[in-house]
């Protein structure tokens, strides 16, 4: 069972360049989450979708897209990178109806902007 | 404004006392409160969870203490343990499923 899976777990891009981060779960979960976290701060919701084809912004949405066709899969779409893209980003699922709404997440994928 | 808020970014502790990580909230709409352990190179793992219309949770060696009226909630673990040395985060959620994360504790426990 893999749970959360993200792809790359490390990336390096120059400023304007885009990527797509990669995130798949096995779970059957409805709600998808991307997250980014900073140094020393907690985690900034960036879009969320509570089931395929559904999306929706969060905290700090601006630079990035998502799009959810199917339950398993939630890319993360960076257009135009700035140095300010530069974090770690967390994917995570949840299935809110049945519990507390606790997140299960992904190892993270590091991605530095130059 | 900072929903969630975590005001200690470190604790250290010694092996088999007890750890104590505070956390305060503004928002009296969220429904669950959580705590998640995260280690170096890791996801977050969830550890404990609080409904908002109890007091306590105990779940092994973890407490989870609501106290609604001062807007507080604490997190107890006894008897600390080397392996519990990582950051703690407190997160708040709404039944629309969106969790807002405080900020962070790192708790290191001491041999």
Redesign the interface.
């Known amino acids: 069972n893999a749970g ?1 899976t993200q792809t790359p777990k490390f990336r390096i891009l120059k400023i304007g360049q885009s990527m797509t981060l990669q995130c798949a779960q096995d779970m059957n979960h409805n ?1 998808m ?1 991307w ?1 980014r976290q900073d140094p ?6 960036i879009y ?1 979708s ?1 089931g395929a084809g559904i999306t929706d912004k ?1 905290e700090v949405p601006n630079g990035y897209n998502v799009s959810r066709s199917t339950t398993e899969d939630f890319p993360l779409r960076l257009e135009l990178a700035a140095p300010s893209q530069t974090s770690v980003y ?1 994917c ?1 699922s ?1 299935y ?1 109806d049945r519990s ?9 994928s590091r991605l530095t902007v130059l | 404004d900072q929903q ?1 808020k ?1 005001n200690s ?1 470190s604790l250290s502790v010694q092996e088999g006392r007890i750890s104590i990580l505070n956390c305060d909230y503004t928002n009296s709409m969220f ?2 409160f ?1 705590w ?1 352990k995260k280690y170096p ?6 550890l404990i ?3 908002s219309i109890k007091d306590k949770n105990e779940d092994g060696r973890f407490t989870v203490f609501l106290n609604k009226s001062a807007k507080h909630l604490s997190l107890h673990i006894v008897p600390s343990q080397p392996g519990d040395s990582a950051v703690y ?1 407190c ?1 708040a ?1 709404t ?10 504790t790192t708790l290191t426990v001491k041999p």
Do not use: C, H, R, W
């Not at chain 2, 190179?41 to 969830?46: H, I």
């Open positions: 959360v709600y989450y997250y020393g701060m907690g985690l900034k919701l969320y509570v969060g967390f995570a949840s809110p507390a709404g606790e997140l299960f997440f992904g190892e993270g | 969630v975590q970014p429904d669950y959580l998640y190179a890791e996801g977050p793992t969830f969870s609080i409904s985060f997160a959620s039944n629309a499923g969106k969790s807002t994360f405080g900020d962070g």
